[in-house]
């Protein structure tokens, strides 16, 4: 593939627009990251002050897509979580991860987004396998794993250190052959923004 086809990509999905982080991203990362239920299993700062949220859309901006997908979660007219999908090309594998602000949890919208950006991976850099890991303890983010597909591969001990405590990680993957793809989602595989930059009605 060219260095083109590995920009930055906006995804629409029935619901949603999954596009790159903007710098007036800022104050909508903060609103759901700061609150403790949604951190309560990520290592992320405590408090989260407007700071925090500037520097992590900073990082987000200058990723490198060829590896590192980084996608903000848009509903409406709000940035209300991030998705990425971390590319290893040499092992034709990917790791997806998500973050969903508690406002918007138990409306299926981390599993659209993350089915999204999942077909859109395998698609795009010919992966063979996708697999995400959560705090064994985390079972709304387990969940939307399992209805993504993702059969659960086990539970490494200890293997993660958040907060001066060593917690348990749970696995999960879907292989290439055992992907089902979406049928509301399509992507623009441009830099640009769907039209208004607005998820429509």
Same mark, same amino acid.
């Given at each position: 593939?060219?260095?083109?086809?590995?920009?930055?990509?906006?995804? $629409?999905?029935?619901?949603?627009?999954? $596009?790159?982080?903007?710098?007036?991203?800022?104050?909508?990362?903060?609103?759901?990251?700061?609150?403790?239920?949604?951190?309560?299993?990520?290592?992320?700062? #405590?408090?989260?002050?407007?700071?925090?949220?500037?520097?992590? *859309?900073?990082? @987000?901006? @200058?990723?490198?897509?060829?590896?590192?997908?980084?996608?903000?979660?848009?509903?409406?007219?709000?940035?209300?979580? &991030?998705?990425?999908?971390? *590319?290893?090309?040499?092992?034709?594998?990917?790791?997806? &991860?998500?973050?969903?602000?508690?406002?918007?949890?138990?409306? &299926?919208?981390?599993?659209?987004?993350?089915?999204?950006? *999942?077909?859109?991976?395998? @698609?795009?850099?010919?992966?063979?396998?996708?697999?995400?890991?959560?705090?064994?303890?985390?079972?709304?983010?387990?969940?939307?794993?399992?209805?993504?597909?993702?059969?659960?591969? &086990?539970?490494?001990?200890?293997?993660?250190?958040?907060?001066?405590?060593?917690? #348990?990680?749970?696995?999960?993957?879907?292989?290439?052959?055992?992907?089902?793809?979406?049928?509301?989602?399509?992507?623009? @595989?441009?830099?640009?923004?769907?039209?208004?930059?607005? *998820?429509?009605?």
């Amino acid at each position: 593939m060219s260095s083109g086809q590995h920009g930055p990509v906006t995804l $629409r999905t029935a619901r949603l627009l999954l $596009r790159p982080f903007e710098i007036t991203d800022v104050d909508d990362v903060r609103a759901y990251a700061a609150d403790p239920d949604v951190s309560r299993f990520r290592p992320l700062p #405590d408090p989260y002050t407007r700071n925090d949220a500037l520097e992590f *859309v900073k990082r @987000q901006i @200058q990723t490198d897509w060829s590896t590192d997908a980084e996608f903000a979660i848009v509903f409406g007219h709000r940035v209300v979580g &991030g998705l990425s999908l971390h *590319v290893s090309p040499e092992h034709e594998r990917a790791e997806l &991860g998500y973050l969903l602000g508690r406002r918007w949890w138990g409306q &299926g919208l981390a599993t659209e987004a993350a089915r999204a950006v *999942v077909d859109w991976g395998f @698609q795009r850099f010919n992966l063979y396998k996708v697999y995400a890991r959560a705090h064994v303890d985390n079972s709304r983010s387990w969940r939307v794993m399992e209805k993504l597909g993702m059969s659960r591969e &086990g539970v490494l001990r200890g293997h993660w250190k958040m907060r001066e405590e060593h917690v #348990d990680l749970v696995y999960y993957a879907v292989f290439r052959d055992e992907w089902t793809p979406p049928t509301d989602s399509c992507a623009d @595989q441009g830099a640009g923004r769907a039209r208004d930059g607005k *998820v429509e009605p």
